[in-house]
């Protein structure tokens, strides 16, 4: 049990990295357009939302069962204020807006997109360094 939170926080990582390598490839497809490419964004990003949800989680419940640093408790919480925040907060907004462009109007610029991208290398970053701290 003391290494579980060390494996469930490195799948959440790997989760995050390849989606984060796969959201802007898939607009780089032949035939995908903007809508499209938006549409497919919206289920893939509400399904690892799902997954980092159940995974951060997990990963408490399993973290809570043993002794932990400190630091990595910081980490823990931070990590899901963050989820949370992009989660409850961001990706509302980009859904709203994805949903405008897919039916064909022009929203506003709308700097969401490049938060959400910069709590994403934060969440990396600090998955990182959980994972470290728990080595």
């Known amino acids: 049990m003391t290494h579980l939170p060390l494996a469930l926080a490195c799948i959440w990582l790997g989760m995050v990295v390849a989606i984060s390598i796969e959201a802007p490839l ?3 497809a032949p035939g995908i357009t903007l809508p499209l490419g ?3 964004g919206r ?10 949800i159940v995974l951060a989680a997990a990963t408490a419940v399993t973290f809570a069962l043993a002794a932990r640093p400190g630091t990595a408790t910081v980490l823990l919480i931070a990590l899901a204020v963050t989820l949370a925040a992009q989660v409850a ?13 897919i039916a064909g109007e022009t929203p506003p610029k709308s700097r969401t997109h490049l938060v959400y ?5 934060v969440k990396v970053l600090m998955l990182v360094a959980f994972a470290v701290v728990l080595l």
């Open 26 to 28: 898939k607009f780089r």
């Open 43 to 52: 289920l893939v990003f509400r399904a690892l939302n799902a997954a980092e």
């Open 89 to 101: 907060v961001l990706r509302p907004r980009l859904e709203t807006r994805a949903a405008a462009i």
């Open 38 to 40: 938006l549409g497919i």
């Open 117 to 121: 991208i910069a709590l994403e290398g």
